[in-house]
C-alpha cells in the first residue's frame, strides 16, 4: 500500500513539474493563457504548503467522543471534561471565579439575595475552599461551603424520590434488557459510551448528560425517562446532573476520582448485582442489592469495581444525581442559573 501510494504521489509531482516547464516555456513564447494557468498553479501551490504546515496532529474524533476527559486533566478527573473555556463545569483558576461570580451577580439583579449567603461565600471564595479540602473529599470543580459531608446517605434523605425509582425497578430494568439485546461481539450499539477504566470495561447509556437530554437515548426509554421527570430532586437544568444506565463487565476497575462537586448525591438504583462487585466511597465499602438505592457523596474519594467470574455477568445500576438535601429551594434555582448548559 505505502509503495503505491509513495508512486502516485511521485507521478503527480512529475506531472506538476510538467505542466509548469510547460507553463514557463509557452509564457517564453508569450501565450497569456498559460501564463494565467501557471499563476493559478503557483498561487495552489503555495497555499497548500500552508495549510499543510499549520495542521496540527489531533485526536481521533471517535476516541474523543468515547473516552471521557480526553483532552483534560489528565488522571484523577472523574467526570466528562468538554475542554471548552467558557465551561464553568470544566474551567479551573481564576477565570472561573469570575465567571461564577458574574453570574451571581446576574442571577441576583433578576431576583433577589435572599437565602444567597452561602453561596456567595462559597463562590466569593472557592479557590480557597477546593485547595484546604481534605484529600478524603475534594470536588474539582465547585464546592457549597457548610453542608454536612458524609461518605453514604441514609435512603431517607431522598425518601420521595428513593421510593419512586425502587418502584420503578421492574420498568427499568425491562427497557436495559431491551437494550442489552443490541450488544454484539464486534461493536459498541449506538447510544452507549465507553469510559476510561484501570481495567476492563464501562459502558454508560446516557438519558440526561451534564443536564442536557440525551434526545435519541430518551426515545428508547421512555418509560424510564417518565420516571425522572417524576423525581422533585433530580438535577435536570445544571451541567452537574445526570442520568445514565451504567455496566461494568466482570474484571472492571474504576481508578479512584473525585466527582465536581458536593451540592448533588449520586444515587445507585441496583439492577442486576451478582456477587463480587463493590462501590467504595471514602474508604467505606457497600455492596449494591438489586431494586435498592444507594445514595453517596461522589466528591469524596471513590471507586468501583466488579470483582466476580465470567459467568457472572455484568453488574448494572441505574444512576440518578440529586440534589443534596441540605442544599435551599432558593440556592438550587440560583446554582441551576449559574451552572445552567451552555452558559
Known amino acids: 500500500m505505502l509503495p503505491e501510494w509513495l508512486g502516485a504521489w511521485s507521478w503527480s509531482l512529475d506531472g506538476l513539474r510538467e505542466r509548469i516547464g510547460a507553463g514557463i516555456q509557452s509564457v517564453r513564447d ?33 476516541v474523543a467522543a468515547l473516552v471521557p ?71 474539582e470543580v465547585f464546592f457549597l461551603p457548610d453542608l454536612p459531608t458524609a461518605p453514604y ?19 427499568v430494568l425491562g427497557e436495559f434488557e431491551a437494550l442489552s439485546k443490541a450488544f454484539s461481539n464486534c461493536s459498541l450499539p449506538q447510544g452507549w459510551r465507553a469510559n476510561s477504566t484501570a481495567r476492563g470495561d464501562w459502558l454508560t447509556f446516557p438519558l440526561v448528560s451534564r443536564g442536557v437530554c440525551v434526545a435519541g437515548n430518551c426515545r428508547r426509554c421512555p418509560r424510564t425517562y417518565r420516571l425522572l421527570g417524576s423525581l422533585r430532586t433530580c438535577l435536570a437544568s445544571n451541567v452537574f446532573g445526570n442520568a445514565c444506565l451504567s455496566v461494568l463487565s466482570p474484571g472492571t476497575v474504576i481508578a479512584e476520582h473525585y466527582g465536581p462537586t458536593n451540592i448533588r448525591l449520586r444515587c445507585h438504583l441496583g439492577l442486576k448485582t451478582p456477587g463480587g462487585c463493590e462501590l467504595v466511597v471514602g474508604g467505606e465499602p457497600q455492596c449494591w442489592a438489586e431494586g435498592r438505592c444507594l445514595l453517596f457523596d461522589d466528591s469524596f474519594l471513590h471507586t468501583a469495581f466488579h470483582g466476580g467470574a465470567a459467568e457472572d455477568g455484568p453488574r448494572v445500576v441505574f444512576m440518578v444525581d440529586l440534589w443534596h438535601p441540605n442544599v435551599a429551594a432558593a440556592e438550587r434555582q440560583a446554582l441551576d442559573f449559574i451552572f445552567a448548559p451552555g452558559r
Open 69 to 139: 476527559g480526553a483532552g483534560g486533566r489528565g488522571p484523577g478527573r472523574g467526570f466528562e471534561c468538554c475542554g471548552a473555556p467558557a465551561c464553568a463545569r470544566c474551567a479551573h483558576g481564576d477565570g472561573l471565579d469570575h465567571r461564577l461570580y458574574a453570574g451571581l451577580q446576574e442571577y441576583a439583579k433578576r431576583y433577589s439575595w435572599a437565602g444567597m449567603g452561602r453561596v456567595h461565600k462559597g463562590v466569593r471564595e472557592q479557590g480557597r475552599f477546593l485547595r484546604g479540602r481534605p484529600a478524603i473529599q475534594k470536588p
Open 30 to 62: 508569450c501565450d497569456s493563457t498559460a501564463a494565467v494557468t501557471v499563476a493559478c498553479l503557483l498561487v495552489l501551490f503555495v497555499w497548500y504548503c500552508y495549510h499543510v504546515g499549520r495542521e496540527q496532529p489531533r485526536p481521533h474524533a471517535a
Open 153 to 171: 446517605f441514609p435512603r431517607d434523605a431522598q425518601k420521595h424520590d428513593v421510593e419512586l425509582l425502587e418502584r420503578g425497578f421492574p420498568t
